[in-house]
C-alpha cells in the first residue's frame, strides 16, 4: 500500500520510530498498577470487633471471653459477646455459642496490621455488613474504563491520538493524586473512576499511534512489546505494593508519574496516517519530512511534496473524506461482522481475565508471590503467543489462546479443592493463556479496521471488555449458589468465543485497511482466489483431455 511505501521511503523504523514507541510505551508500564491496584490497596486483613470500652478481659488476657470462635478456632470477624463470657472459650459448634447473645461490632474492628499498614477497607470499615463497598470501588473502576473506551477511542478519531494521549495523561496524573488524598469513601470511588477513563483511553491510543507509524512487517513486534511492558508492569506492582504498605502512598507513587509522561508528550509526533485519512495533506507532508530529518532521512524527506502525496494517496484521499462513527459499525455490512465478532473476543478475554486475577488471596499463600507468579508466566506465554503470530497468524493464536484458558479454567472446576499445587498452576496456567489472547486481540483488531475507524472499533472492543470486567464480580458471587459456579462460568464464555475467529480474515503480511472499501476488496479478493485456482485446475484438465484425445 502506497503508505506503508512513504513510511519505508522516510526511514521505516528509525530513530523517530525509536524514541517515540518507547516513550509512548513507558507510561503502559503502570497500566497493571492501576487496574489490579485494588488487590492491595483493598485487601482485607485479619480483622475481630473492637471490646467495649473499659471491657475486662479472661484471666489470661484472652479475647475468647467476648469474642465467639468459628470452627478453625479464630475469633470471628462480624461478631461479639454483648457480655463478658465466663468459662472456656466457646466455638460455632457448641450449642451454648449458638445461645449466647452476641451483637455486631458496634464499637468498630481491630485489623491486623502485619502485613499491609493501611488500607482502603481498614480506614473506612469496609467488612461485614459493608463488605460489598469494597467490590463496588472496583466495579466503578471499571466503569470508568468502559466509559473512557466509549468517549476517547471516539474523540481520538476526531481529534488525533497525539491530542488525546495529552490529555489523558494529565487526567490520570490529577485524578490519581486526588484519590491518594481523598477524605471520603464516596470521592475515593469518583477519583477512581475518573482514572479508570483516562486509563483506558491511554492503553488504545498507545497501540493505535504505535502501530500507524510502523512498517507492515514489524507490527507483531509492536504488539508483543506492549504485552511484555504490561507484564512487567506486574513484577512493578508487587515490588511497589511490598515496599509500600499504605495504601495512599501507593496509590500517590502510581500516578505521580504521569505528570512526567503529560510533560513529554507534547514532543510527540501525530500519526501521518491519521492525517492523510483527514485529507490534511499539508500537515501529512510536514510531519513526514520531519520524521525523515530524525530518520538521517532528510534527501529522501525533500523529495516529496503534496503533489506527491495526492498521487500516492489519491485511494485513501478520495473515499476517506466522509467521518465514520460508531453507528457505521453496525450500519456497513463488512464492518458489522468485524464488529460483532471482534466483541465476542474483547469480552470473552476480559470477563475471563478479570475472574481470576482480581481474587488473589483467594489461593491461600502470599498476595505478593501470587501477583509476581502470575506476572511470570506472562513472558514465555506472551513469547509463544509472539511466535505463533508471526509463524501461523493472528487467527490461530487468537482461537489458541482463549480455547486453552477456558480448559484450564474448566478443569479446575472439577478438581478437589485440596489439591492446592494442581489447581494454582492451572490458574496460572490460564492467565498466561488470556494475557496472550489479550496481546494478540489488540494487535489483531487495530489491523482489522481500517483507519477511518480505527481507534473508534478498538474504543468500542475495550468498552466490551470493560462490561466483562464488571460483569466477572457479579459471577464471583454464585460462588454463594453452588461453589464451582464461578469457574464453569469463567471457562465457558472464552471456549464459546473462540469459535469466533473462524469468520475473521487472517491479516499476517497485509496492509492496514485505510477505508471500508478496502474491506470490500479483502473480501473480494479472498472469493477470487478459490475461483482463480479452480480455472486454473480446469485449464490443465482441459489440456490433459486434449493430449489424451490426440494420442
Same mark, same amino acid.
Given at each position: 500500500?502506497?503508505?506503508?511505501?512513504?513510511?519505508?521511503?522516510?526511514?521505516?523504523?528509525?530513530?523517530?520510530?525509536?524514541?517515540?514507541?518507547?516513550?509512548?510505551?513507558?507510561?503502559?508500564?503502570?497500566?497493571?498498577?492501576?487496574?489490579?491496584?485494588?488487590?492491595?490497596?483493598?485487601?482485607?486483613?485479619?480483622?475481630?470487633?473492637?471490646?467495649?470500652?473499659?471491657?475486662?478481659?479472661?484471666?489470661?488476657?484472652?479475647?475468647?471471653?467476648?469474642?465467639?470462635?468459628?470452627?478453625?478456632?479464630?475469633?470471628?470477624?462480624?461478631?461479639?459477646?454483648?457480655?463478658?463470657?465466663?468459662?472456656?472459650?466457646?466455638?460455632?459448634?457448641?450449642?451454648?455459642?449458638?445461645?449466647?447473645?452476641?451483637?455486631?461490632?458496634?464499637?468498630?474492628?481491630?485489623?491486623?496490621?502485619?502485613?499491609?499498614?493501611?488500607?482502603?477497607?481498614?480506614?473506612?470499615?469496609?467488612?461485614?455488613?459493608?463488605?460489598?463497598?469494597?467490590?463496588?470501588?472496583?466495579?466503578?473502576?471499571?466503569?470508568?474504563?468502559?466509559?473512557?473506551?466509549?468517549?476517547?477511542?471516539?474523540?481520538?478519531?476526531?481529534?488525533?491520538?497525539?491530542?488525546?494521549?495529552?490529555?489523558?495523561?494529565?487526567?490520570?496524573?490529577?485524578?490519581?493524586?486526588?484519590?491518594?488524598?481523598?477524605?471520603?469513601?464516596?470521592?475515593?470511588?469518583?477519583?477512581?473512576?475518573?482514572?479508570?477513563?483516562?486509563?483506558?483511553?491511554?492503553?488504545?491510543?498507545?497501540?493505535?499511534?504505535?502501530?500507524?507509524?510502523?512498517?507492515?512487517?514489524?507490527?507483531?513486534?509492536?504488539?508483543?512489546?506492549?504485552?511484555?511492558?504490561?507484564?512487567?508492569?506486574?513484577?512493578?506492582?508487587?515490588?511497589?505494593?511490598? !515496599?509500600?504498605?499504605?495504601?495512599?502512598?501507593?496509590?500517590?507513587?502510581?500516578?505521580?508519574?504521569?505528570?512526567?509522561?503529560?510533560?513529554?508528550?507534547?514532543?510527540?509526533?501525530?500519526?501521518?496516517?491519521?492525517?492523510?485519512?483527514?485529507?490534511?495533506?499539508?500537515?501529512?507532508?510536514?510531519?513526514?519530512?520531519?520524521?525523515?530529518?530524525?530518520?538521517?532521512?532528510?534527501?529522501?524527506? !525533500?523529495?516529496?511534496?503534496?503533489?506527491?502525496?495526492?498521487?500516492?494517496?489519491?485511494?485513501?484521499?478520495?473515499?476517506?473524506?466522509?467521518?465514520?462513527?460508531?453507528?457505521?459499525?453496525?450500519?456497513?455490512?463488512?464492518?458489522?461482522?468485524?464488529?460483532?465478532?471482534?466483541?465476542?473476543?474483547?469480552?470473552?478475554?476480559?470477563?475471563?481475565?478479570?475472574?481470576?486475577?482480581?481474587?488473589?488471596?483467594?489461593?491461600?499463600?502470599?498476595?505478593?508471590?501470587?501477583?509476581?507468579?502470575?506476572?511470570?508466566?506472562?513472558?514465555?506465554?506472551?513469547?509463544?503467543?509472539?511466535?505463533?503470530?508471526?509463524?501461523?497468524?493472528?487467527?490461530?493464536?487468537?482461537?489458541?489462546?482463549?480455547?486453552?484458558?477456558?480448559?484450564?479454567?474448566?478443569?479446575?472446576?472439577?478438581?478437589?479443592?485440596?489439591?492446592?499445587?494442581?489447581?494454582?498452576?492451572?490458574?496460572?496456567?490460564?492467565?498466561?493463556?488470556?494475557?496472550?489472547?489479550?496481546?494478540?486481540?489488540?494487535?489483531?483488531?487495530?489491523?482489522?479496521?481500517?483507519?477511518?475507524?480505527?481507534?473508534?472499533?478498538?474504543?468500542?472492543?475495550?468498552?466490551?471488555?470493560?462490561?466483562?470486567?464488571?460483569?466477572?464480580?457479579?459471577?464471583?458471587?454464585?460462588?454463594?449458589?453452588?461453589?464451582?459456579?464461578?469457574?464453569?462460568?469463567?471457562?465457558?464464555?472464552?471456549?464459546?468465543?473462540?469459535?469466533?475467529?473462524?469468520?475473521?480474515?487472517?491479516?499476517?503480511?497485509?496492509?492496514?485497511?485505510?477505508?471500508?472499501?478496502?474491506?470490500?476488496?479483502?473480501?473480494?479478493?479472498?472469493?477470487?482466489?478459490?475461483?482463480?485456482?479452480?480455472?486454473?485446475?480446469?485449464?490443465?484438465?482441459?489440456?490433459?483431455?486434449?493430449?489424451?484425445?490426440?494420442?
Amino acid at each position: 500500500m502506497a503508505f506503508n511505501d512513504l513510511l519505508k521511503q522516510v526511514g521505516a523504523v528509525g530513530r523517530f520510530q525509536q524514541i517515540q514507541v518507547a516513550l509512548v510505551v513507558l507510561p503502559l508500564l503502570l497500566m497493571a498498577s492501576h487496574n489490579t491496584l485494588q488487590n492491595f490497596t483493598a485487601a482485607i486483613p485479619a480483622h475481630h470487633c473492637r471490646l467495649p470500652p473499659n471491657a475486662s478481659l479472661g484471666p489470661d488476657g484472652d479475647l475468647g471471653a467476648w469474642l465467639p470462635q468459628d470452627p478453625q478456632g479464630r475469633p470471628e470477624s462480624c461478631l461479639r459477646f454483648t457480655t463478658r463470657q465466663r468459662g472456656p472459650p466457646l466455638t460455632n459448634s457448641t450449642t451454648a455459642n449458638l445461645t449466647e447473645p452476641t451483637e455486631p461490632c458496634v464499637d468498630g474492628w481491630v485489623y491486623d496490621n502485619s502485613t499491609f499498614q493501611s488500607t482502603i477497607v481498614t480506614e473506612w470499615d469496609l467488612v461485614c455488613a459493608h463488605r460489598a463497598l469494597r467490590q463496588l470501588a472496583q466495579s466503578l473502576y471499571m466503569v470508568g474504563v468502559l466509559l473512557g473506551a466509549m468517549s476517547f477511542g471516539h474523540l481520538a478519531d476526531r481529534l488525533g491520538r497525539r491530542k488525546v494521549l495529552i490529555l489523558n495523561y494529565l487526567q490520570t496524573a490529577v485524578s490519581g493524586t486526588c484519590a491518594a488524598y481523598a477524605p471520603n469513601f464516596p470521592l475515593y470511588c469518583t477519583f477512581r473512576l475518573l482514572s479508570g477513563m483516562s486509563l483506558a483511553s491511554i492503553t488504545i491510543n498507545s497501540m493505535t499511534i504505535n502501530v500507524e507509524w510502523m512498517p507492515i512487517h514489524t507490527r507483531a513486534c509492536m504488539g508483543t512489546l506492549t504485552g511484555y511492558t504490561y507484564s512487567l508492569g506486574q513484577f512493578l506492582l508487587a515490588g511497589l505494593a511490598y !515496599a509500600v504498605p499504605h495504601w495512599r502512598h501507593l496509590q500517590l507513587l502510581v500516578s505521580a508519574p504521569f505528570y512526567a509522561f503529560f510533560l513529554y508528550s507534547w514532543f510527540f509526533i501525530e500519526s501521518a496516517r491519521w492525517l492523510s485519512c483527514r485529507g490534511r495533506l499539508d500537515l501529512t507532508l510536514s510531519t513526514l519530512q520531519r520524521v525523515a530529518r530524525i530518520n538521517g532521512k532528510q534527501a529522501e524527506g !525533500a523529495k516529496l511534496s503534496v503533489e506527491v502525496l495526492r498521487t500516492s494517496l489519491q485511494k485513501e484521499l478520495t473515499l476517506g473524506k466522509g467521518q465514520a462513527s460508531a453507528m457505521d459499525l453496525l450500519r456497513c455490512p463488512a464492518l458489522r461482522r468485524l464488529f460483532l465478532c471482534l466483541s465476542m473476543l474483547w469480552f470473552a478475554t476480559s470477563f475471563a481475565y478479570y475472574g481470576l486475577v482480581m481474587d488473589l488471596q483467594g489461593f491461600g499463600v502470599s498476595i505478593y508471590l501470587i501477583q509476581v507468579i502470575f506476572g511470570a508466566i506472562d513472558l514465555p506465554a506472551k513469547l509463544v503467543c509472539f511466535l505463533v503470530i508471526n509463524s501461523l497468524g493472528r487467527r490461530p493464536a487468537q482461537a489458541a489462546s482463549l480455547l486453552l484458558a477456558g480448559i484450564c479454567i474448566l478443569m479446575n472446576a472439577v478438581i478437589p479443592r485440596d489439591q492446592t499445587i494442581v489447581r494454582t498452576s492451572l490458574a496460572v496456567l490460564g492467565k498466561g493463556c488470556l494475557a496472550s489472547s489479550f496481546n494478540c486481540i489488540f494487535l489483531y483488531t487495530g489491523e482489522l479496521y481500517p483507519t477511518t475507524i480505527r481507534q473508534t472499533g478498538l474504543g468500542m472492543g475495550s468498552t466490551l471488555a470493560r462490561v466483562g470486567s464488571i460483569v466477572s464480580p457479579l459471577v464471583s458471587m454464585t460462588t454463594e449458589l453452588y461453589p464451582t459456579a464461578p469457574l464453569f462460568i469463567f471457562g465457558t464464555v472464552p471456549v464459546a468465543a473462540s469459535a469466533a475467529t473462524a469468520l475473521l480474515p487472517e491479516t499476517r503480511g497485509r496492509p492496514l485497511p485505510d477505508t471500508v472499501q478496502d474491506l470490500d476488496s479483502r473480501r473480494v479478493g479472498r472469493r477470487k482466489q478459490p475461483e482463480q485456482e479452480q480455472q486454473k485446475q480446469m485449464a490443465l484438465l482441459q489440456s490433459a483431455t486434449q493430449e489424451i484425445n490426440g494420442l
